[in-house]
């Protein structure tokens, strides 16, 4: 069973600061997304990783991949208010459209 | 604007009732999903249709029935659902190869008395 793990849960910071969410998945996979939720909302897609070493960026955010260590990072720079929300990850382990997706991390960002 | 439609926005139900969640998409994707989300936890995947054949079903009770009439539209039919069933209802379409990200719909709210 696959298990997807993302620290921190919550995450409270200053405007300004920098910070990265980190996501650990079990099993071997090469395909991940993150997903962007404001309260009450649906899910907003922030990021496609296919492959080992992918870097994507868009604005303050930064995310990355490393399948060897079955690990993905999404990189806050600067933090804004509006980036206020909570980030998931999740990992597509069978190649199959079937996504395992995080707990979450509620981030907030405080002026 | 999402491009993944979902009716009603809002639904409560007794539980001897019987009711259709409905989902439209219109960016030619081939694939597309059913997921069940508590309050405060992440998404979890219930259904997926691959070229309007249902290709994973995550055991979910059979009071719940999936349905694909064509590429474009999706359904959930609900019967005798328990409190615990109370959740938001998302549905997501993607193109079946995977490269791009899953596209949710705005979700049913979901209340089962």
């Known amino acids: 069973e696959l298990k997807v793990e993302q620290n921190p849960l919550f995450l409270s910071m200053q405007e300004g600061k920098n910070y990265t969410i980190y996501c650990n998945y079990s099993?071997?996979?090469?395909?991940l997304y993150w997903y962007r939720q404001d309260p009450g909302k649906s899910l907003e897609s922030l990021f496609v990783?296919?492959?080992?070493?992918a870097v994507k960026q868009e604005g303050r955010l930064m995310a990355s991949l490393d399948t060897k260590a079955r690990l993905s990072t999404l990189h806050i720079t600067a933090a804004v208010h509006d980036l206020s929300a909570t980030y998931f990850c999740?990992?597509?382990?069978?190649?199959?459209?079937?996504?395992?997706f995080g707990g979450g991390t509620r981030l907030m960002v405080k002026p | 604007d999402t491009e993944v439609t979902q009716t009603p926005k809002h639904l409560v139900m007794g539980m001897t009732n019987k009711k259709s969640l409905k989902c439209e998409q219109h960016m030619g994707h081939r694939a597309m999903y059913w997921y069940k989300q508590k309050a405060k936890k992440p998404p979890e995947l219930m259904f997926v249709?691959?070229?309007?054949?249902?290709?994973i079903n995550e055991s979910v009770p059979s009071r719940f029935s999936p349905e694909c009439p064509n590429s474009s539209l999706l359904n959930l039919h609900l019967h005798a659902l328990q409190p615990e069933d109370s959740a938001l209802y998302l549905c997501?379409?993607?193109?079946?190869?995977?490269?791009?990200?899953?596209?949710f719909g705005d979700g049913t709210r979901l209340s089962i008395l």
């Open positions: 999740a990992v597509d382990w069978v190649a199959g459209n079937m996504l395992t």
């Open positions: 997501a379409s993607s193109q079946v190869d995977g490269t791009e990200p899953q596209h």
């Open positions: 249709y691959s070229y309007e054949k249902l290709s």
């Open positions: 990783l296919l492959s080992n070493g």
């Open positions: 099993t071997t996979s090469d395909r």
